[in-house]
Each structure stands twice: as structure tokens, then as C-alpha cells.
């Protein structure tokens, strides 16, 4: 995998991009922003969560929730889950 993969401990596995040695955690993040940016929340969640940004990860849950009309009370945790990370809580 270019990225790395989740283990299922919760550890990341290195991917290609490692052999760089950059900070691979900002560029998954980016990466992963930008999916979501794109309305693909599903691989978004995974990318965070890969990303070990776990308050994203459950954002990206929520959002996707939403998306699909599956439970419109999630439309209000959402908001205030977007105000408390923009802290305008």
C-alpha cells in the first residue's frame, strides 16, 4: 500500500511513502482532507483514521450518517461537533 494500513491493534503498518522519510501522518492527513472535501467520507474515515485523527474519524462517521438520510438528528451533533473543533462552542 502506498500509505500504510491499520493493523488490527490500532498500530499503523509503514507503506511506501515511508521509505522518504517524511511525516507521513500530515500527508495522509491532507490526503484525507481532501477526500472528504469530495463527499467520499467512507474512504475519508479510513484515511483519518490511518491518520490517527480519531475526532475526524468520528466527524467523517457523522457526516457520512447524514449524507445518507440514515438519522437527520445526526445533522445537530454534527454541527456541534464541528463548532467544538472550530472552537466557536
Given amino acids: ?5 491499520l ?8 507503506g511506501a511513502i515511508d521509505k522518504f ?8 492527513e ?3 482532507e481532501d477526500t472528504e472535501t469530495k463527499g ?3 474512504d475519508a474515515v479510513k484515511l483519518y483514521d490511518l491518520a490517527q485523527v480519531r475526532t475526524f474519524v ?4 457523522l457526516k457520512y450518517l447524514i449524507f445518507f438520510n440514515v438519522n437527520l438528528e445526526c445533522a445537530r451533533v ?11 462552542d
Avoid: W
Fill in 1 to 5: 500500500m502506498l500509505l500504510g494500513s
Fill in 7 to 14: 493493523q488490527m491493534d490500532g498500530t499503523r503498518r509503514p
Fill in 21 to 28: 522519510h517524511l511525516d507521513t501522518k500530515d500527508i495522509v
Fill in 30 to 32: 491532507v490526503v484525507a
Fill in 40 to 42: 467520499h467520507f467512507e
Fill in 58 to 61: 468520528i466527524y467523517c462517521h
Fill in 78 to 88: 454534527c454541527s456541534s461537533v464541528e463548532n467544538f473543533l472550530s472552537g466557536s
